[in-house]
């Protein structure tokens, strides 16, 4: 079946750790995306990605980092600058940039600190 | 500035009643797209329709149906003889038409969490 594969579902960083979630996607989409939900708000921009090796910052870029060196694949890191990286992420991809797509999503990965 | 605001925060209802959740937009642009998702507790969102802004025809698809309006910066949803299964938080998001490099992201509201109760 094509869809968006997000792994671990749950993870737990340490302080001062870095951790990585994974996202792979069979779609053939060129766009992916990665979101940001805590409880009750919408979801909010990190990055997204338009082609391989191209990636742009979304709204709240900071104390993360990403990679596109593959079409299929957008991996997230969550670095130790991001203070407080207890949330719940979304990847995300569609075919093609510009706004008038939809997008197909991930089931998630829920970060937590130890 | 874009914005997407959904003032209904949660919605309790029986099984069987009606219910409209509220999606208000704003933006610039003459050319825009709105999408309503739903995120069931499972987490992920599913796509349930998109509207441009040229075509303010109302959509039914079975017991969901959307009413966008223009003139009011509105796009909301109804669901029609509830059931439990249709229990998510519902998202409501704005996008912008953009071409070349731009890119049109996703300005999501904050989501209205819907109960059904049997």
């Known amino acids: 079946d094509g869809g968006i594969t997000q792994s671990p579902k749950y993870l737990f960083r340490k302080e001062g750790q870095n951790v990585t979630l994974s996202c792979e996607q069979n779609?053939?989409?060129?766009?992916m995306y990665w979101y940001r939900q805590d409880p009750g708000q919408g979801l909010r921009l990190i990055y997204y990605?338009?082609?391989?090796?191209?990636?742009q910052k979304g709204d709240i870029a900071e104390g993360y980092s990403v990679s596109r060196e593959k079409k299929e694949s957008f991996p997230l890191t969550v670095t130790s600058a991001q203070k407080n990286p207890t949330a719940f992420y979304l990847c995300?991809?569609?075919?093609?940039?510009?706004?008038?797509?939809?997008?197909?999503f991930g089931d998630g990965t829920r970060l937590s600190i130890l | 500035a874009q914005k997407v605001t959904q003032a209904q925060t949660e919605i309790s209802v029986v099984e069987k009643e009606d219910v409209t959740l509220d999606c208000v937009y704003e933006?610039?642009?003459?050319?825009?797209?709105l999408f309503w998702y739903k995120q069931p507790p499972s987490g992920e969102l599913v796509f349930l329709i998109r509207?441009?802004?040229?075509?303010?025809q109302n959509e039914i698809s079975g017991r969901y149906s959307w009413n966008f309006q223009k003139s009011t910066s509105s796009f909301n949803f109804t669901i029609t003889a509830s059931q439990v299964v249709d229990s998510a938080v519902y998202f409501c998001?704005?996008?912008?038409?953009?071409?070349?490099?731009?890119?049109?992201?996703?300005?999501f509201g904050k989501g209205t969490k819907l109960s059904v109760k049997p």
């Open positions: 995300a991809s569609t075919w093609s940039p510009g706004g008038h797509q939809p997008q197909h």
């Open positions: 779609l053939n989409h060129d766009a």
């Open positions: 990605s338009q082609i391989v090796n191209d990636f």
């Open positions: 933006t610039r642009d003459t050319t825009y797209y």
């Open positions: 509207r441009n802004s040229f075509d303010e």
């Open positions: 998001a704005l996008s912008e038409r953009r071409y070349g490099g731009s890119q049109g992201n996703l300005i």
